[in-house]
């Protein structure tokens, strides 16, 4: 547990860098704990280190550990594929659900959203690296996807996510992190009803200082906080 701190601290020092050489207040990023894979104990050993928000990718996860009050005070996302038979599960339990990734789940996401009477708030997942391999809008629909968005009175867009691909040297990433940023400042001028841009969340652990220089304002770190993920299961 100590280990946890002693990671979150050092990462708050790395973040705090990298807001400076972009002549940005490192107060404007969120520090968001990946949870995935660490238990109940672990997370709030994470949350009363100083982290914003956590996160999970599993709904399993995100139940159980909810069910053992993981996450208080802490906001909780939702940031993993989202099957739409388990959406029910996610919808209003979340304060922001990360990783809509396609527009099946929009729909599903709004029907329940409206039958539970409730406005969710989500993030579009953009594949800025267009790999075959990941889910998430293509860069060149999220324009069309956000002018859509009035369709979905239920839900309230706040920003955009990303996942870029794994980089083969530090700094690859940047040009995709600079290119989602340039996407949210365009979204943003549109001024559009239930959208806004308040998050842009990107950086993970081998990146988030590249992430913070391009204006992410939200880094999604695990691995650096938690150790490496041992995938056994
Ligand atoms: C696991 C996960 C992260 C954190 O990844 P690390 O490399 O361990 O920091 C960030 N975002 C998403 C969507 C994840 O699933």
Request: hydrophobic share 40%; net charge neutral; aromatic share 6%.
């Amino acid at each position: 547990m100590e280990q946890i701190r002693e990671n979150i601290l050092r990462i708050r020092e790395e973040m705090a860098l990298a807001a400076e050489k972009a002549g940005r207040d490192p107060k404007e990023i969120l520090r968001f704990a990946a949870t995935k894979m660490n238990d109940s104990a672990r997370v709030r050993a994470a949350v009363e280190a100083g982290v914003d928000v956590c996160g999970e990718n599993r709904v399993q996860e995100l139940v159980q550990k909810s069910l053992e009050n993981a996450y208080a005070p802490a906001p909780v996302h939702f940031i993993g594929h989202l099957q739409t038979n388990k959406v029910n599960k996610v919808v209003g339990k979340v304060d922001l659900i990360q990783s809509v990734d396609r527009l099946e789940l929009l729909e599903a996401l709004q029907k329940t959203a409206q039958k539970m009477e409730i406005t969710q708030d989500i993030l579009l997942e953009v594949n800025i690296g267009g790999e075959e391999s990941k889910s998430g809008f293509a860069p060149q629909d999220v324009m069309d996807m956000v002018a859509r968005m009035e369709a979905y009175p239920a839900l309230r867009l706040r920003g955009l996510m990303t996942i870029p691909p794994v980089a083969t040297f530090s700094g690859e990433n940047r040009r995709f992190f600079a290119e989602m940023h340039r996407l949210s400042v365009d979204i943003r001028a549109k001024k559009y009803d239930n959208v806004s841009m308040d998050y842009l969340s990107m950086g993970m652990s081998d990146d988030f200082a590249d992430a913070i220089m391009e204006g992410s304002t939200m880094i999604r770190v695990g691995t650096r906080i938690f150790g490496a993920r041992t995938y056994t299961k």
